[in-house]
DNA sequence: AGTGCTGGTCTCTTTTTGAGACCATCACTA
DNA sequence: TAGTGATGGTCTCAAAAAGAGACCAGCACT
């Protein structure tokens, strides 16, 4: 009883270490899994799994972001490694996002999950329904 | 070139289908992602997946999780179908979580992403190294 | 000169997160 | 028998994030 505690507390310990010797909080797998969530973050890597888009076009594709979550969105995508923005000076200025290595990289393992979502999400959507209805 | 717009299309397409024919932004897949983002869950599901954990437990085992948020992030498992709550009628009421079949169907696929996370946080970090350093 | 497309930024409002105080119950202890 | 600590919460309010919408600069076409 006490050996399976000592093995959740032995990781735990890991990622306290890794995270600087501070809080788990700021361990690196949460700051990863951080990285991931965000309402607009997840559809934009699909989308840019794909093939690359232009702004414009992102923007066209996912009707109900706003423009400055879209920009803000990229930027932090961006900022993280995992999209790669190329300005291409035609005369009005395009630019161009596409996954680098790093975002192909994590969009593999990020894909499990998506597929999980695909099969299961009746499940979950069911298990909230019932949860609601026997709180009502 | 117009291929590949096509699968794209076709894919969002089948998640607008999926939504309701409203608009992709309330696609069950982001629905789901949705579920597992939030600053606690992810730690709270690796807890509990290695084994159930009542309150006072988990509030200790995270000793940066506000009673709040705890409370918060344990009811929104249980609704989404992840977590199992129960009371015991102990002098002190002593309540225990543990996850569901649902929930460590799940965590068996957001695992991949939490390894993905193991190995290459310091890539990540790397990256947003640079970014912020070529920024300045 | 006016319109539209490019990819943004700036400001304001609403929603979500988070910290901290407060609560009721029971057991033990002095 | 009043004080202390443990149980698992709730309630209030401040801070942070998300989101909507106006605005902007440059160039092409009409």
Redo the contacts with the bound molecule.
Sequence with gaps: MDGKVINLKAKLEVYKAISGGGNI?NCPVREVIQGV????RSLLMMALAEKPY????L?RLVP??????L??T??DLQRDGYVH?E?FPT???????SLTDLGRSMFGAFHQLILWAELNHDAVRAARADFDASQA
């Design positions: 909080a969530s965000g309402k607009w232009r702004f414009g076009e923007r109900d972001i706003s423009q400055r979550m920009t803000q990229l930027y923005r300005v005369k009005p200025p395009s630019v161009e996002y």
